[in-house]
């Protein structure tokens, strides 16, 4: 066994990985399966590239929070770290716990698609494995062939994860590419078709999904949303889980090889990827399948159908591809990004000591992997509908992430006065679409249908913030903080 002295973690990562992380992590399978099952019925086509669009920008605003705060706190943490420098342990606790959801649900999250992107390549039932069908979770069926696979492939992961980063970011680089080269594929096609073809957008806002159900899967012009309000924020709601993977870049900070002066432009490259993979995959849809919105009720993987009608067998491929490197490399990308932070919250005393042990050999914080690993093997038992649920968990602890972190830069920028009058309107616009995004996700608003929080996903939240609470009671003697009852026999 490898010891575990080591206190500091290896500066083995370049530019070109830490992009390939962030990437990855803003496009997992959400780019290429929600198409179909969230942003055509919700937000439409119209909808989906404005909410996209208008994410993306929040999302460069926030960024330039993180490059002004990164290069002063050079550490593993991010948000956390800059949380306790400027606001002290409890909110620290809080924030770095939240981060940790929105990280580490989204490996859970990526595993889950595994069994998807299978039977919608090679058909339903080819995970039926040992003459049995599986079981349903809300409705959906978790195969045992689907289970061993996703889990397969966490821990082969979480493995590669615990050998070097080194290894990990040079896989996530291929991963990454490959993705970047399927999505433009596909655009290419959809342009070409769209020439020759024309398109057809309709309904721009979204539709009735339930009403074109009940139709048997037949659309009409009646069932069109037409609250263009409710369709954008439907998408922009969940901007914070779209985009999350750029705020990965700080946790590896301990980790770079280069000036922490590359961080803004690494950041805007990869948040602009992102919006154009989410938005041409949506619109690829459309302009390819007239009757889109029957397949969306349907419940049919859209893209594939699509990718199927613009380049035949090879476009499936191209599909098949993309969406596994999406899924990988966000698996990869956020085990990194899960484990680095736990790293730090257990040096700071945050969290037990032992997720803050090195591994020698590797340079990996390898007992944080392993716990990512095991909560992450949760995923697969749980089933497509569970994807929803996790979406809401890492939207809300990224939009705490960002609060944070805008609200350490507007503090630190009126301390040490080392920063513009422009940073710090960009930090309190930071702040205010922060507290926006979680109002949205966790407060039903009358007239804005599908935008809040769906029943599992507020019971897992509750969940979450018990077992927080649960951590923060055994680690309260170490942080130094005392009961109440403490405090009145002190004094």
Known sequence: MAKETQKELKKSLNPMHVWAIAFGCIIGWGSFINPGKKFLPNSGVAGTAIAMFLGAIVMIIIAFSYAYMVPKHPKAGGEFTFAKENFGKIPAFICGWFLVAAYLTNVPMNSTAIPLIIEGLFGEGSLDWFGTEGYAVAGSNVSVGGIIIAAGILILFGILNILGVKKAGFVQTVLATLLAVCAVTLCVSGVISAIKNGVYFNPLWGFDKA???????????????????????????????????????????EEFNFSYKKVMKIMVIAIAFGFFVYTSNNTVCAIALNNWPELCAEGKWVLLVAAEQLLGTFGKVIVGIGVSCAVLSGIMGFYLASSRLMYSMAKEGYLPKMFGRIDEKYGTPRNAMIFCIIISLVGPFLGREALGWFVDMSAIGASIGYLFTSLATVFEVKRDKDGSKGLLVLGVVGVVFSVAFMVLQLVPIPGLEGVHFCTQSYIMLAVWIIIGVIFYLKQRKQLGIMQFDEVVDEN
């Open 211 to 253: 009403a074109v159900q009940a139709a048997d899967n037949l659309y009409s012009d009646s069932m069109a949303n037409q609250n263009v309000l409710s369709a954008i924020l439907a998408t922009f709601a969940i901007a914070p889980w779209a985009f999350v993977g750029f705020d990965t870049i700080p946790q590896a900070a």
